[in-house]
């Protein structure tokens, strides 16, 4: 089921069920376009829904939770009642021959756990069903992110696809120029030839890219178990990004990401497997009461029996100090995860701002720098006061300039989701980057 947030950049829509700041995650800055006219598109909030209901990863854990509630029921039963019964002077020799002297025992037997071993128990399933939950949480976090991140890739991809071509349809503009230069002697016939040649590369990195796509597309929709993509292109603004808080401020959402919150979940399970324990170490009481009947006389008499284990306590320390060394661990490997998730977020954090302000640079200033510079020389070789060599190598610069804003742009989104995947929560606002 799908529900609506409200959010800065519009209506989302999102999984029912699931809190807002966990799974609001990434599709912020990537639904704002609208898709091209006559095209099936895809979305980022649309391949979310698609991967949260149908990966069969996440699929997994209802069935866990469903073994768990069985353990539970087993868990809060007594202990089983017992019947026996016992024949004793039977089938033996001289006056025990046959039945005759035979006495029969019916008993029922049980034991009384000490130590609130059933609570105890019940205790442990519940741990573990949180720890369940909160494992749930954190993958279903880690798909998301895995999710965006392809899309974005793709994303990109198909960006570069479409400077791809305009490279051809630039590259073709040059032949045609170069070869009518020829035609009317102001140009040798080997800038005639290496046109030809360049026209034939731009061709070629546009297949590349093509074939590429369609890759990135085919390991996009395997995420949510579809074989083949049911959409043309991807829908979503390559440039358009979050306004990040301080490195410090993430920081601080880090303790309460889905990731570290898991070891709360297991320092739980560890205080109840150490509870279990020392429940144990308490002993049984084993009783048991029965009829006897003498065969021999036709008697009836009423037998009782209770018996416990001794030094229980003692033997159970080793069971205890097992328990209570993995409850400890718990500790310490949350300490160890919180500094390289720091060191990861930082990474992220830093690389983030850095493509960010090449975004702006690049947009602000050196496309249309490299722009007006392409126009100018094109006009000048078309006179003939420029090279082909000259011509040529402004083309250059300016499709790797405009390659290269995609690439900032992609790496600074793609550091974004692991920002906001690390957090578990989504950035702040949304601003978008100059115009291209």
Request: with cysteine.
């Amino acid at each position: 089921m799908l529900c609506k947030t409200r959010v800065k950049t519009g209506w989302q829509l999102l999984p029912h069920g699931f809190s807002s700041p966990l799974f609001c995650l990434l599709a912020l800055t990537l639904n704002i376009p609208a898709a091209y006219p006559g095209e099936a598109s895809l979305t980022l909030p649309e391949a979310l829904s698609s991967t949260l209901a149908q990966n069969p990863r996440l699929q997994v854990f209802d069935l866990r939770l469903q073994g768990l509630e069985g353990g539970r029921l087993t868990a809060k039963q007594n202990p089983a009642l017992e019947a026996g019964l016992e024949v004793e002077n039977a089938l033996g020799s001289g006056d025990l021959q046959g039945f005759d002297g035979a006495e029969y025992t019916l008993a029922l037997s049980s034991v009384l756990e000490l130590g609130g071993q059933r609570q105890a128990r019940v205790g442990l399933i519940d741990a573990r069903y949180g720890l369940v939950e909160a494992e749930r949480r954190a993958a279903t976090l880690d798909l998301l992110g895995q999710v965006t991140q392809g899309f974005i890739t793709a994303l990109a991809l198909q960006e570069k696809l479409a400077l791809a071509a305009g490279a051809v349809s630039l590259a073709e503009t040059t032949h045609e120029i170069v070869a009518g230069r020829a035609d009317r002697g102001a140009a040798p016939q080997s800038e005639v030839l290496r046109a030809s040649a360049a026209l034939t590369r731009s061709r070629i990195e546009r297949a590349r890219l093509q074939a590429e796509l369609e890759s990135r597309k085919m390991a996009l929709v395997s995420l949510w178990g579809e074989t083949t993509p049911n959409f043309q292109t991807l829908e979503g603004d390559l440039f358009r990004f979050g306004s990040a808080d301080s490195f410090e401020a993430l920081y601080q959402r880090v303790s309460d990401s889905p990731a570290i919150q898991a070891y709360a979940s297991e320092a739980r399970l560890r205080d109840a497997e150490v509870q279990l324990a020392r429940s144990r170490s308490a002993g049984d009481i084993r009783w048991q009461l029965g009829l006897r009947r003498l065969e021999e006389t036709d008697d009836t008499a009423l037998t009782a029996a209770i018996s416990m284990p001794l030094f229980s306590g003692r033997r159970g320390r080793g069971e205890v100090q097992a328990a209570l060394a993995a409850r400890n661990e718990v500790q310490y490997r949350r300490e160890d995860s919180l500094l390289r998730l720091r060191a990861r977020l930082f990474d992220a954090w830093h690389q983030r701002q850095q493509a960010v302000a090449a975004v702006e640079q690049i947009g602000d200033g050196m496309l249309p720098e490299l722009t007006e510079a392409l126009a100018q020389i094109r006009s000048a070789y078309e006179r003939g006061r420029y090279s082909y060599v000259e011509w040529i190598s402004a083309q250059r610069e300016l499709l790797s300039a405009r390659q290269t804003l995609v690439d900032a742009a992609a790496t600074a989104l793609l550091n974004q989701a692991l920002i906001e995947q690390l957090t578990a929560q989504p950035l702040a606002t949304v601003q978008r980057a100059p115009a291209r």
